[in-house]
Nanobody, 123 residues
């Protein structure tokens, strides 16, 4: 079985920084595209940033210039560095990984989600 475990959320004042981490464990053969999403109360889940296996990135307009997504393939871990945080960044943040997983039937791609971590930015 594969599990994703997130950490790094919390309460921070506007202008502050947080670094989110997401670590995958299990029978992982390789990691494809990974991303961070967020969901604020009463709103749909939205993409914040993602990074391909080749290192290509794209960001939501709201995250450009303030957030940086990165990954450490050797440790099956991804990160989101969030700077200059604003109250409107308050949400539950979820990591998503597209993983090539070893199963009894071979190696197949599956999408996994972390449990979510709360980020609260006070004004």
């Amino acid at each position: 079985q594969v599990q994703l475990v997130e950490s790094g959320g919390g309460l921070v004042q506007a202008g502050g920084s947080l670094r989110l981490s997401c670590a995958a464990s299990g029978s992982i053969f390789s990691i494809n595209t990974v991303g961070w999403y967020r969901q604020a109360p009463g709103k749909q889940r939205e993409l914040v940033a993602r990074i391909t296996s080749g290192g290509g990135t794209n960001y939501a307009d709201s995250a450009k210039g303030r957030f940086t997504i990165s990954r450490d393939n050797a440790k099956n871990t991804m990160f989101l560095q969030m700077n200059s945080l604003k109250p409107e960044d308050t949400a539950v943040y979820f990591c998503n990984m597209n993983l090539m997983v070893v199963t009894g039937g071979g190696i197949n791609e599956y999408a996994y989600w972390g449990q979510g971590t709360q980020v609260t930015v006070s004004s």
